[in-house]
């Protein structure tokens, strides 16, 4: 079983506290690791490090930046099967995704690297003769990133790149249920000699350790991907010093499928929306609104496909299509949400339980609900399981107007050949994203937003790299 320690100013170190937390295999629920519990006095520590560093750091040449983020991406192709296996291990994500989670985060070092030529200010008209005005943009200071289980590799590099390239330093809290594969990353990387202090990672839990790094002083911007919950701690903690917050959180992502679709492709991308990763992806179609007129046919498309989905270990050779939940209280919670959907009324079509045929695991079934309406739980809460509420509509503002009946607004789909349909549905739906014809996955050139409750400011693109960069205004006069 692994140890680790934490890593602050250019060590690992140990923490000032003896609390310890493990992480378990879900699939097997072994104990795989130990690390830190963590203290506040780390979490101060991590940030006086980084907020020391940064100040070199800055100076250095974009350029010379991104030569270690370029590093960091070839350390993680030649480490690919490695760093695969301890996350398909620590999470229970099959490794065919594991894997690409693996290159997608190589991918986004790289394309961050990218941005080191391409950073741009302004010069704006005076009003004044031999005068110009310059807009520069700056690195914001200390960037903390604090991570969730889900995504936890790439959503490291989703706020260490972006940050580092632009001049920042980082800060990174990985989540306490599946924080290795970041772990064993930092042992990777030591030898490529960052600077002392630029980056650095707390291991602890979010009330005392996230509350700490979000609270301080010397922190220029907090970058949390998580549940509402904890973006609401992170905006209070934050509002102490009115430090920045870019907050990516919880989703309940309604697909629109219209009577004109492409059922089949529609089918598909909705079913492996709701599979992929065991439905614990945050952009991913949580509510399914279908046309009356297709309701029964589209169901039993819907009933084939959630019947053939293979559920295994993470590492089975059979190339499952997902694996465990990652936790007991995320096994327990879907369990309690369908309970309480069936008491309300929903239908069970395919799955609606734990599932009962592995001796070891937090496995539950893929589940398909029927009977279900826009005022029931199953339709307005998060799941986060592979569980898919099937709902209808007679007309598409119909269909809309429940979409839109919801706390968050991170993700969106339409399913449609009438291209009027589609571009009413686009400008209607109050989403940072919509998806048309295709399944939910966003892209790194793009940018993650969501509306709501699922958050305020957004990751990758141009947008998401100017969230690490803060403006100033030179008049600069001449004779
Ligand atoms: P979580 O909120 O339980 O934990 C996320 C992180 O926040 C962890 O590192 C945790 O320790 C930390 N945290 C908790 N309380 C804190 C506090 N008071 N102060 C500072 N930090 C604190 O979320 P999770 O269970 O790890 O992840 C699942 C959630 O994340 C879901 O709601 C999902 O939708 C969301 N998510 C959103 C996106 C997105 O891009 N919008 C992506 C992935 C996951």
């Not at 790094?213 to 509002?239: C, D, H, P, R």
């Not at 549905?425 to 409750?453: C, D, P």
Request: a negative charge; hydrophobic letters at 40%; proline letters at 3%.
């Amino acid at each position: 079983m692994k140890e680790f320690k934490q890593y602050i100013n250019g060590k690992f170190v140990n923490s000032t506290s003896s609390d310890v937390t493990e992480v378990l295999n879900p699939c097997t629920e072994e104990v795989i690791s130990i690390i830190p519990g963590g203290s506040i006095a780390d979490a101060q520590a991590a940030v006086d490090a980084a907020f020391h560093a940064q100040k070199d750091w800055r100076k250095l040449a974009a350029i010379e930046r991104a030569k270690y983020l370029n590093q960091m991406a070839d350390i993680i192709r030649d480490n690919r099967v490695f760093l695969a296996e301890t996350l398909a291990t620590e999470q229970a994500k099959v490794m065919s995704l594991a894997q690409v989670e693996i290159d997608v985060t190589a991918e986004y070092f790289d394309y961050s690297a990218a941005w080191a030529r391409r950073i741009e200010g302004e010069i704006i008209q005076s009003d004044n003769q031999k005068e110009h005005l310059f807009l520069h943009k700056m690195p914001i200071g200390v960037a903390v990133g604090i991570l969730p289980w889900n995504f936890p590799f790439f959503v490291m590099a989703r706020k260490m790149a972006p940050a580092l390239v632009t001049g920042n330093t980082s800060v990174i809290k990985p989540s306490c249920i599946a924080p290795n594969t970041v772990l064993e990353f930092f042992k990777l990387i030591e030898k490529i000699n960052l600077p002392a202090g630029v980056i650095n990672y707390v291991c602890g839990h979010g009330a005392t350790v996230g509350n700490s790094l979000s609270s301080n002083s010397k922190t220029g911007i907090v970058s949390l991907t998580g549940s509402v919950f904890a973006g609401q701690k992170v905006m209070e903690a934050a509002a102490l010093n009115i430090t920045k917050v870019s907050l990516e959180l919880g989703g309940k992502a309604p697909a629109i499928v219209c009577a004109d679709a492409d059922l089949e492709l529609a089918a598909t991308a909705v079913v492996n929306s709701r599979i992929n990763f065991s439905g614990q992806i945050c952009n991913c179609a949580e509510r399914l609104y279908v046309e009356e007129s297709i309701h029964d046919q589209f169901l039993d498309m819907l009933k084939e496909k959630m019947s053939a989905v293979k559920v295994e270990d993470a590492f089975s050779e059979n190339n499952p299509d997902m694996s465990a939940q990652v936790s007991k209280m995320q096994l327990d919670k879907i369990a309690e949400m369908v309970e309480f959907a069936k008491k309300e009324g929903a239908e069970v079509i395919v799955g609606g339980g734990k599932d009962g045929s592995k001796d070891k695991g937090y496995y539950f079934q893929p589940t398909l609900l029927t009977n279900v309406n826009n005022n029931m739980q199953i339709a307005r809460d998060e799941i986060f399981g592979p569980v898919l509420p099937v709902m209808t509509f007679s007309t598409l503002d119909e269909a809309i107007a429940m979409a839109n009946d919801c706390e968050y607004g991170l993700t969106s789909s339409i399913f449609s050949e009438n291209y009027n349909k589609i571009m009413h549905a686009s400008m209607e739906l109050e989403f940072g994203e919509t998806y048309v014809n295709r399944q939910h996955f966003e892209a790194i050139q793009g940018f993650h937003a969501g509306w709501k409750k699922s958050g305020i400011g957004g990751a990758d693109g141009k947008h998401g790299m100017e969230e690490y960069l803060q403006t100033k205004v030179v008049y600069s006069q001449y004779r």
